[in-house]
């Protein structure tokens, strides 16, 4: 088995676990067998181009997603996007924290704002 296909297989089982959708449903939005999902899982079969653009579009993604490995995500991603990603994250948490105070002292005069940075 290719590293190629060990990547398919990876990426199919996660996204289909973060959508909560099972072989039989994936297969029903790709409009193919969910016995074939079940072996291109297994590691039997290999989809054809105009398979994986099907299975693709029923997980959500572009194709070539389907094939990336880890390095691959983290490359394409760029260096900063740890860091973006970061700074939305605590931009969130600043901002729900600020409705969570407001909502435990409604008489307070304060009023959310932008986080600072």
């Given at each position: 088995m290719?590293?190629?296909h060990r990547n398919l297989i990876f990426n199919m089982k996660r996204r289909r676990?973060?959508?909560a959708i099972s072989q039989m449903q994936l297969a029903?939005?790709?409009e193919i067998s969910a016995g074939y999902v079940g072996e291109v899982e297994l590691g039997r079969k290999y989809p054809s181009p105009e398979i994986l653009m099907?299975?693709?579009s029923a997980l959500g993604v572009r194709p070539?997603?389907?094939?990336?490995g880890p390095d691959d995500v983290a490359?394409?991603?760029?260096a900063d996007a740890v860091y973006d990603a970061a700074g939305k994250i605590r931009d969130r948490?600043?901002?729900n924290l600020?409705?969570?105070m407001l909502s435990l002292d409604p008489d307070s005069p304060k009023k959310p704002g932008k986080p600072k940075r």
């Open positions: 290719t590293e190629l676990r973060l959508l029903e939005r790709a099907r299975i693709a070539y997603r389907l094939l990336m490359d394409a991603a760029g948490i600043a901002a600020d409705e969570l």
